[in-house]
DNA sequence: TTGTAAGCGTTATCAA
DNA sequence: TTGATAACGCTTACAA
């Protein structure tokens, strides 16, 4: 691989002149421009990444830390990250923290001594420990998750969000509406959801209905179970994420009721999944890759204050009027 | 961040002895090498990656580059190399290629430039021009893609597959199997499967009968339309890859055919959407993160030499006997 | 407008 | 068993 001084030799000036032209500091002739980007071309020479990160103490790096790397939310994400690093001419570099975190530690420090220019968090469980390991130096922000006091974060209001779903439910004549919740140790999204939940059930003066399960497919099932025999009338169910929704879709089906005319469903976060279902699956919509981009920006720019995106209730074919 | 020499002050010793602990290079006392861990542990001590990597030339990064990163398979494969990738104490840099690779040689110069120590592909087209901008250094592997000519790759037998399973759905009694193939371009991984089919189908006897869409889920609806037109008695659709399959179940649905009663389906690849419709879809299942963890320890262990796993046809809920 | 030289934090070579 | 030293490829004062 050709280095600076190949090209410095080969034009017949010194590295620093050629390392000026690159990075388009001040201080060459036009005409010693064109021989240096000429003979950059010839050798096909690429900046040492390494070199220069060593050199100017930091690096064209974006860290990614999800739960895990297959969720389809955190994807999403990832895909809004990937998009606005590459436009910085910036490369993504991707940790698994795992379900509870636990290797967010060590990728955090990872990072850092890759001299990453930020760190975008994915993730349910966000810990001090975790801006802890990251060091004064790497800054952070959370996506998909608000409240994070440990540094900014991107997000909706998650309890406004929840709100408007279920008084969409509600105006939609549904008044049996079950809450099929995530996981109760994911605080900081699940809690402020419930809360919306919580507050138009009262609002309407119905009686809410709260089951849970951990946010994945294969948690929903006996959730609606328990909540069906418990409320045996149910005509809507509000899922706080898209693979509980779709999962409670099907499930439903299986169990003999139509949705939407038996039952109505609503789901969560506007993945994938939601689409993936028959009917549809109407859901509560936060714009993933957006915010995902938008940490990226804010990151890089150094403006990197928490911001509030707008949700918005999609209507698919998974609720209806209430019978 | 504290440095390899401010260890070395603590401790009363060089760099160089500091350095030979931490690597487990022969030439050090038990005694220092008790003194030098305890001067890491206290001062936090983490070494710099980037200057490691200038000096050694080589760093602990894989490249991961799938033509879009939120895609169910793709994300499946990262997620095997990232686990991995981390038990041997690498990170994974991440790239999109796009749907037409057409970010696949930037990136492939971007790994190069960060010395990475090989590049796993997920895409499905792979060229020359891949091949050339990596360079010799950097060595490639191609997953869930047989056949690609530039560099090896792991994969399972895809026309075996495709027999085996359209095999599966006549042993089930079905004649009027319709094909749902996959974008013509994409020829590593379509035209081998369609050959299995049309095998089958040809031993069998029976007249193949093949539509096209582009493996996306949207693009299933109107050619199972076009299929349906063809082959109005048709007992059974085999799709090429699980989000047709998944969107196939749908919409039969959606026009009023039971699935499987009246008619069966069969997806390809085994990604999570083939659990997320209802009845779940029966597939031919590839090993996705079994392939992603064989090919970075490949990569590492320079092994690299392309390699086959089993396929196995899984029968979930949306095939049956034919009527 | 350009060159010289120092140094970023490591590791590898050589000498002690 | 250890230390001094050079070098990896680059950027940036500073000097010319």
Redesign the pocket.
């Known amino acids: 691989?050709a280095?600076?001084?190949?090209v410095?030799n080969l034009v017949?000036?010194?590295?620093?002149?050629?390392?000026?032209v690159?990075?388009g500091?001040?201080?060459?002739?036009s005409?010693?421009?064109e021989r240096v980007e000429a003979a950059v071309a010839e050798l096909g020479?690429?900046?040492?990444t390494?070199?220069?990160g060593?050199?100017?103490?930091q690096s064209a790096v974006i860290g990614v830390l999800a739960n895990a790397v297959s969720d389809a939310l955190a994807s999403q994400v990832m895909s809004g990250v990937e998009s606005a690093a590459r436009s910085r001419g910036f490369t993504v570099m991707l940790g698994r923290a795992g379900t509870g975190a636990e290797h967010a530690p060590s990728y955090l420090r990872s990072f850092k001594t890759y001299r990453a220019a930020g760190v975008v968090v994915i993730s349910s469980a966000i810990t001090a420990e975790m801006r802890r390991a990251a060091g004064p130096r790497l800054p952070m922000m959370a996506v998909a998750i608000r409240n994070g006091a440990a540094f900014p974060s991107i997000g909706i209001d998650d309890e406004l969000a929840a709100y408007d779903g279920t008084r969409r439910l509600l105006a939609l004549g549904h008044r049996d509406i079950g809450l099929l919740a995530g996981d109760e140790r994911s605080v900081l999204v699940n809690t402020p959801r419930e809360r919306g939940y919580l507050r138009a059930m009262n609002e309407a003066g119905y009686t809410p209905l709260i089951e849970r399960g951990n946010s994945l497919y294969d948690s929903a099932p006996p959730a609606l179970g328990r909540l069906l025999s418990r409320a045996p009338g149910l005509t809507a169910v509000f899922a706080l994420s898209d693979e509980m929704g779709a999962a409670t879709v099907n499930e439903l089906q299986r169990l003999g009721r139509r949705v939407p005319d038996d039952v109505s469903v609503l789901g969560f976060d506007n993945t994938r999944t939601s689409t993936h279902v028959h009917p549809a699956l109407s859901t509560v919509a936060q714009p993933l890759e957006r915010m995902g981009e938008r940490a990226v920006l804010g990151l890089l720019d150094g403006t990197w204050q928490s911001r509030t995106f707008e949700h918005r209730v999609i209507e698919r074919g998974s609720t209806a009027l209430a019978r």
């Open positions: 691989m280095t600076i001084r190949d410095a017949g000036v010194s590295p620093a002149t050629v390392s000026r690159i990075n500091v001040p201080g060459f002739s005409a010693t421009r020479y690429e900046p040492d390494l070199a220069r060593l050199r100017t103490m």
